[in-house]
């Protein structure tokens, strides 16, 4: 079958690799659609802080933010999955350690990450294999795009649900990206008052036709007064903007984590002590996975339209390079057909 794989920083192409065979407890899938991510960029231009830590090594096969349907099965009694539309959980948790035994396998210390931490193949490929303990079923009627942001998703409703809103409290989502619109979304989904701050024009004026009412420059934002929203999610990866999420929280205010800067970004925790604040990480979509498809399922998120294009496989290179096809539209995801020519 045809794979991206990654053999070195800036080096990617599509090759002819084995096909994958279902072991015991294990699913392969034909991958319908793959989305393109930043933590892709940052293996391809050799930045993921991973490959330093010996969590990853190339030749890299990537691809997490997948959908596709169930093709083999690896043991009796699977059976039932064949033909299912799924996608998976990207951190698969050894099921033996403590931290998989308290339900938290998306930090267990020997974690596979698929396409991402140790060497489990990802899918940018025409199938991927999945462990059946971490497959989730997608309704039949969500959209292919929709059932690829699944991940994102998760990732973003994980983020939401750190930040306690309720209806008419204010939330401000730094950053416009996929993960930033998605979060976004959910909080619209959850009746708060939703602003963004973001830098390009074109997403903003997306995270408009989302129904998002207040849009905001970051360098505005930067220049803002103080305590001004009852929670901030920062979904950047600029380092200055984790401590202006504290400047611009509330007093007793949650601050949530989820992008990542490429170097160390600074906040002061006596701001965090003295106005009260929460400040919460968040890795991983694990645990917001059933939501998130439950969310696009509904209708309550209609995500579509961050994706802005779906290429083949060959296009993969540059779009990791950063080019954008001619037709491409404003959203910030790029969306991958393994089987487009
Ligand atoms: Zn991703
Ligand atoms: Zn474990």
Request: with cysteine.
């Amino acid at each position: 079958m045809r794979a991206l794989v990654v053999t070195a920083a800036h080096e990617a192409a599509v090759q002819e690799v084995a096909e994958p065979v279902a072991g015991p407890g294990q699913l392969v899938v034909d991958v319908d659609r793959v989305g393109i991510c930043g933590t892709d960029v940052e293996f391809y231009t050799g930045e993921m802080a991973y490959l330093d830590l010996g969590y990853a090594e190339f030749p890299l096969r990537l691809g997490h933010e997948w959908t596709g349907r169930v093709s083999a099965v690896g043991q009796r009694g699977d059976e039932r999955w064949l033909g299912k539309r799924v996608t998976g959980d990207t951190m698969l948790g050894c099921g033996q350690c403590s931290s998989c035994a308290a339900g938290r396998h998306h930090v267990c210390p020997n974690r596979y990450e698929v396409g991402i931490r140790g060497g489990w193949a990802g899918a940018l490929a025409e199938k991927v294999v999945i462990p059946t303990r971490f497959a989730y079923e997608i309704p039949e009627h969500v959209s292919l795009a929709a059932a690829a942001l699944v991940e994102p998703g998760g990732n973003s409703l994980r983020a939401v649900r750190a930040a306690e809103l309720e209806p008419g409290r204010s939330v401000l989502v730094l950053g416009s990206g996929t993960i930033g619109l998605l979060a976004a979304q959910f909080a619209l989904a959850e009746g708060a008052e939703v602003h963004v701050g973001g830098v390009r024009e074109g997403s903003l004026a997306l995270a408009r036709e989302l129904g998002v009412a207040h849009t905001h420059q970051l360098a505005e934002l930067t220049h803002s007064e103080p305590d001004r929203f009852d929670a901030v999610i920062d979904c950047t990866s600029n380092e200055a903007m984790p401590a202006l999420a504290v400047r611009l929280v509330r007093p007793a205010g949650r601050v949530v984590y989820i992008g990542l800067s490429a170097a160390p970004s600074l906040v002061d925790t006596r701001d965090i002590a003295l106005q009260d604040i929460t400040a919460v990480g968040i890795l991983s979509a694990s645990a917001g996975l059933a939501g998130a498809i439950a969310g696009f399922a509904s209708g309550a998120v209609i995500p579509d339209s961050i994706v802005s294009e779906v290429v083949s496989l060959e296009d993969v290179p540059s779009r990791l390079e950063g080019h954008r096809g001619p037709d491409a539209g404003p959203g910030p995801k790029v969306h991958v057909d393994p089987r487009l020519p």
